[in-house]
């Protein structure tokens, strides 16, 4: 290799190592155009620009703009169709779009692609819990547990499903479960807990809280 190859050949491989970690971690920042500058003009193609979709859809979704994360991550399970947490995140803005039925199959496909990870599976229960499908929502809350059983909320929402159906024993299980585990990142399903808790031991509830969507 020449003197003037050498250092060429460095510079190639930078420059190749920032955009590739650009299109990877465009998402991270809070500005679609990085990841729209990304996609028009990055000299890599295929499913690596498949981060840069998905990365603009991430941000569109954390602003409630649900179809304009659906279309991106259309175009991202496009280019890259074999990982599971691109069918994860399109099934959860379709779930806050309304799109109920769309959000079970894209649940389906993400455990069929990697189905020893809890988190689809707890999600596809809270799809099926809000359209009323609760058997569904119990089994597949069963699985999350299963491969999971630490998630406190995991066992608040298959308590309330639970409470939907009128197993309030089964439901108080689950509520308790949920108090005795660590509270994690989010406090809110162990006070969620307790307050059910509280609601059947002071009676029976006159109304049953629907499962959370």
């Known amino acids: 290799m020449t003197r003037t190859a050498?250092?060429?050949?460095?510079?190639?491989?930078?420059?190749?190592?920032?955009?590739?970690?650009?299109?990877?971690?465009?998402?991270?920042?809070?500005?679609?155009?990085?990841?729209?500058?990304?996609?028009?003009?990055?000299?890599?193609?295929?499913?690596?620009?498949?981060?840069?979709?998905?990365?603009?859809?991430?941000?569109?979704?954390?602003?409630?703009?649900?179809?304009?994360?659906?279309?991106?991550?259309?175009?991202?399970?496009?280019?890259?169709?074999?990982?599971?947490?691109?069918?994860?995140?399109?099934?959860?803005?379709?779930?806050?779009?309304?799109?109920?039925?769309?959000a079970i199959a894209d649940y389906d496909e993400a455990i069929a692609h990697d189905p020893k990870v809890a988190a689809p599976y707890h999600q596809r229960g809270l799809a099926l819990a809000a359209t009323g499908d609760l058997d569904r929502a119990i089994l597949s809350y069963n699985t999350a547990i299963r491969l999971d059983p630490r998630d406190a909320v995991v066992r608040l929402d298959r308590g309330l499903a639970l409470l939907a159906r009128g197993q309030a024993d089964d439901a108080r299980a689950d509520f308790e479960a949920a108090l005795a585990l660590p509270a994690g990142k989010d406090g809110r399903a162990r006070e969620a807990a307790r307050a059910k808790l509280a609601e059947l031991a002071s009676a029976e509830p006159t109304r049953i809280a629907a499962p959370r969507q």
């Open 6 to 102: 050498l250092p060429l050949l460095i510079v190639i491989c930078v420059l190749v190592g920032l955009s590739t970690h650009m299109v990877v971690n465009c998402g991270d920042e809070d500005d679609p155009d990085i990841c729209s500058a990304v996609i028009g003009f990055s000299p890599l193609r295929g499913s690596l620009i498949a981060f840069a979709y998905e990365g603009r859809g991430r941000i569109a979704l954390r602003h409630g703009d649900f179809k304009r994360a659906i279309a991106d991550f259309d175009e991202a399970i496009h280019l890259n169709p074999n990982r599971a947490s691109l069918y994860r995140e399109r099934a959860l803005a379709r779930r806050r779009n309304g799109d109920l039925a769309l």
